[in-house]
């Protein structure tokens, strides 16, 4: 089966692609905590942010749509929290509230853009060089390693549920997707312990290992100072904007 809700568009070739993951990784981050850090009322930070999402977007030729879908799952989210500030503060309240969804909305651009254009063994291989806890890489490379096999099963009783439904009857067709929630959980329980014997097997030693080693290249070094200009010029509109 076909899964490409991941790697969708991480073998493109791009400018952005062909950075070291490192230096995505640390850019990322920064970009991060200067929305995260930023007052409430920074919207000329913010929108100088968003510019540059989508410039980096452009030289990645991933589809801004694609972006846009996959950032759309902290909508919710986002709602619950601006209606918590709205309840008890009102017009000061929505307004707090649209700004922390905004930075919320932004890292998650971020974070999306990352993973699309890093194939996540790279990520993870970045993860390590940059001395992240071991524990965390291995829990991430294991989640990444599971979620197509969790998905292959979640399919196959999927369509096993769909040749058995009870019509229109609501009671029996939750009773029989209870029942195909319960072995799908069993079944990805034991293919977890097989795979995870073939990987002892094979000699995984709890190291991402990769065969494209990395390598900071000039073009990283060109990138990341142009990002740092970036960078210094959100902060100066964070300082007199915020």
């Known amino acids: 089966m076909k899964h490409g809700f991941i790697d969708k568009y991480s073998d493109l070739d ?18 991060i ?14 929108g100088a942010t968003f510019g540059l999402i989508l410039v980096a977007a452009f030289l990645s030729r991933i589809p801004f ?10 909508v919710p989210f986002v709602f619950l929290v601006t209606l918590f500030r709205v309840i008890p503060q009102g017009k000061e309240g929505f307004i ?21 254009t890093t194939p996540f063994p790279l990520l993870l291989k970045g993860m390590e060089k940059l001395k992240v806890p071991s524990t965390l890489v291995q829990i991430l490379s294991f989640m990444y390693r599971y979620v197509f096999v969790v998905v292959d099963e979640a399919m196959r009783m999927e ?10 009857n609501w009671w029996a067709s939750f009773r029989a997707m209870a029942r195909v929630a319960g072995v ?9 312990e097989r795979v995870y014997q073939a990987m002892l097997a094979r000699g995984f030693e709890g190291e991402v290992r990769t065969l494209n080693p990395l390598k900071f290249s000039f073009r990283d070094l060109v990138f990341s100072s142009v990002s740092a200009a ?8 964070t300082a007199f904007g915020g």
């Open 33 to 46: 905590l200067s929305i995260v850090g930023a007052p409430e009322k920074a919207w000329p930070a913010f």
């Open 230 to 237: 970036c960078l210094g010029f959100i902060w100066i509109l």
């Open 159 to 168: 369509r096993a549920w769909a040749s058995r439904r009870a019509g229109n």
């Open 65 to 74: 749509i694609y972006i846009l879908t996959r950032s759309a799952i902290i």
């Open 96 to 116: 707090a509230g649209a700004a922390i969804g905004f930075k919320a909305w932004l890292s998650a651009l971020i974070l999306v853009l990352l993973s699309a």
């Open 184 to 192: 799908l959980f069993i079944r990805s329980y034991e293919r977890a």
């Open 14 to 31: 791009s400018v952005i692609h062909r950075l070291d993951p490192r230096t995505k990784l640390v850019l990322g981050l920064a970009f």
